[in-house]
Each structure stands twice: as C-alpha cells, then as structure tokens.
Nanobody
Framework: VQLQASGGGLVQAGGSLRLSCVAS????????MGWFRRAPGKEREFVAA????????YYADSMKGQFTISRSNAKNTVYLQMNSLKPEDTAVYYC????????????????WGQGTLVTVSS
C-alpha cells in the first residue's frame, strides 16, 4: 500500500494550496480518508476526513470554512483545498486511510503517506 502526497510548497499568507494524495495497493473506495498535520514543535493534529463515498466530510473546528476535503474514487485520490493560509498553518501534512475506527483519531488510521510540507510566509 502506498499513499503519495503532493502539492505542498511555499506560499504567502492569504494564499491557497491544493494538496493531493494518490493511493495504490488498497481498495480506495472502502476507506475513509483523512488529512492530519504536524507543525514544528507541536503534536500531530486532525485536519479533515471524508467518508468512503465522499458524501460526508468532517473538519477540525478551527479549520472549518478554510479547508475543503474531497475525493475521486475513480482516480484513487483525496484532495485538500486550503484557502486563506496563515503562518500558523505551516506544517507537514499527511494523508491517511481509515478502514474502521474514529475519523479524528490518528492511531485508528491503517495507512499513512509520507507527508508534504506546507510553509506559509507572513
């Protein structure tokens, strides 16, 4: 199983980025997909998750309205659209696949990508 995240980079405050995560080696449409992030010196935190079919989305309270998660099961890909970025959004962003468990608990996720770095300059 491989989850390949991409789309990170350096962006100015107020800008936008779209992260992608391509999955292979698993039945993608059977998994809830999530995004987590780890900022420098901080614990890993939940960002967003999307149900297997894409009908239900979940967000950390602090990120509602700023980030949008979506998926294409035809392309085995999950996306994270990030708008109005702030310096405090600087982090390594990870995609992960959940087969069963609680969508906001990182320990319940079965597979993880390698992460993509997002740096927001002020």
């Amino acid at each position: 199983v491989q989850l390949q995240a991409s789309g990170g980079g350096l962006v100015q405050a107020g800008g936008s980025l779209r992260l992608s995560c391509v999955a292979s080696g698993l039945s993608f449409s059977s998994y809830v997909m999530g995004w987590f992030r780890r900022a420098p010196g901080k614990e890993r935190e939940f960002v967003a998750a999307i149900s297997e079919g894409g009908r239900r989305t979940y967000y950390a309270d602090s990120m509602k309205g700023q980030f949008t998660i979506s998926r294409s099961n035809a392309k085995n890909t999950v996306y994270l659209q990030m708008n109005s970025l702030k310096p405090e959004d600087t982090a390594v962003y990870y995609c992960a696949a959940l087969y069963s468990g609680t969508y906001y608990l990182a320990d319940d996720y079965k597979y993880w990508g390698q992460g993509t770095l997002v740096t927001v300059s002020s």
